[in-house]
């Protein structure tokens, strides 16, 4: 066993860096589907993600032709408990509408 695994970390101060780290962000990301009617898709983007009436006509149109769109960034958290909130206002409502999210490059 090399022992540089198991030499107790005596200097534990924190790597300098230049530039002050900021959290990753997350796309939340809107994925077609055939059966969720548009002018659903269009509200729950208006209610989920603050759009206007235009905005998020073509974030559900671009969805609908490319089979998925970018709504948004946000920090982990938050990406992921509006991508829940947005599939959710779909499973109530009978649709099998789905947001997903992933981290940003
Ligand atoms: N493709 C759906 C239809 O034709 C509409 C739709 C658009 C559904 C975007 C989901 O993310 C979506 N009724």
Known sequence: MPDIDTKPRTDTRPKTRKKTQRPRLHKVILLNDDYTPREFVVQVLKAVFRMS????????????????????????DVAESKASEGTEHGRKAGHPLTFTTEPEE
């Open 53 to 76: 009436e235009d905005q998020a006509y073509r974030v559900m149109m671009t969805a609908h032709r490319r089979d998925a769109c970018v709504v948004a960034v946000y920090t982990k």
